[in-house]
């Protein structure tokens, strides 16, 4: 291998750009070229390619989003999309692929890999921490920080005004952002769709938890939640069946995605740049960098797109017992 390329794919996430810095520096450091692509299989897909030196990736460890800029590519989904992107790495001599992304990122490269042979290498970037083989996602600690916060400080309003609380967090289809922030903002409730409450029990608890004396509530609603999907009809049948409380819905949004990586990101970001160049370097191909038991492991692509990560049991438990 003589030459790499790398390229962040989906959506952008914390630490993203500390990774893309850790792949070009592993490469210059083993004497390999290394090329960024621009927006992902989109800029594979045109050969919209830079080179990329160990300068070239100053000042951005500390740098939210992705300066090689990220798409969710439809072309790169067909296979002549494919053909064309197969052909810019061949003109280029290029000998392999860093995949910064999520599974549907993860998915194309397999494909890619089935259909060329073409050695491809993941990195989980996302800030929904739902891929198997890792027990952190690049950018999931970041946003729990930044959620955290944000509950911090609309707490102070829920308080001053007795107010409820229905805050929605992200995480596609995945609990792990509310249910770890839930525990951290010490929110009353936490519904995410791996755990379906049902309405009446969310009323139920929240009115026990009035009587015990509490003037106000912060519920954290994970935005694939079943019954949290439409966080205002949630709100309206809460308002209808609950006396006492004034409600209120607030949706964080995109600023979850946004923001400085953390000092966890920054360092995973790290090892995970240099585990996945030292991997393909020494010919492995299709496998996903991750941390597992604080060390760095590599997971077959299609295990990390399939498995199921599982929602941690205890920390719903610990979130139970302490709105007690
Ligand atoms: O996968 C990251 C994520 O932020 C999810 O949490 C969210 O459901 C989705 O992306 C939002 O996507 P978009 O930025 O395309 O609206």
Do not use: W
């Not at 004497?31 to 299989?41: A, D, K, M, S």
């Not at 991750?290 to 990390?304: F, I, R, V, Y």
């Amino acid at each position: 291998i003589k030459k790499l390329a790398v390229l962040t794919s989906g959506g952008d996430s914390p630490g993203m750009n500390a990774a893309i810095r850790s792949v070009v520096r592993t490469c210059a450091y083993h004497n390999i070229q290394c090329i960024g692509v621009y927006r992902g299989y989109e800029g594979l897909i045109e050969g919209d390619f830079k080179e990329m030196d160990a300068r070239s990736v100053r000042g951005i460890i500390n740098k939210g989003g992705t300066i090689l800029k990220s798409a969710r590519s439809k072309e790169f989904r067909t296979k002549e999309g494919r053909q064309k992107a197969h052909k810019h790495l061949i003109e280029n001599n290029v000998d392999g692929l860093v995949v910064i992304g999520g599974d549907g990122s993860f998915t194309g490269a397999l494909i890619f890999n089935q259909e060329f042979g073409f050695p491809v290498m993941g990195i989980p970037g996302t800030i929904d921490n739902d891929i198997f083989g890792t027990s952190h996602t690049l950018g999931f600690d970041t946003a729990l920080n930044t959620v955290v916060d944000a509950i911090d400080k609309i707490r102070d309003t829920a308080s001053s005004h007795n107010r409820l609380f229905f805050i929605e967090v992200m995480g596609r289809d995945a609990g792990h952002i509310a249910l770890n922030t839930g525990v951290a903002g010490g929110a009353e409730e936490i519904l995410i769709p791996e755990e379906d409450l049902g309405m009446e029990r969310l009323v139920d608890s929240l009115n026990r938890s009035r009587k015990t004396g509490k003037t106000s509530s912060i519920v954290v609603v994970a935005e694939g939640d079943k019954i949290g999907k439409n966080i205002f009809e949630l709100k309206d049948y809460v308002d209808q069946n609950m006396e006492g409380y004034d409600v209120r819905v607030s949706v964080l949004g995109h600023m979850q995605r946004g923001g400085p990586p953390s000092c966890f990101d920054r360092v995973l970001a790290s090892r995970m740049g240099v585990k996945a160049v030292e991997s393909l370097l020494e010919g492995k191909t299709n496998f996903m960098v991750g941390l597992l038991n604080s060390k760095m492991e590599l997971t077959p692509l299609d295990k990390a797109i399939k498995g199921k990560t599982k929602i941690n049991l205890e920390l719903l438990r610990v979130s139970d017992i302490m709105s007690t």
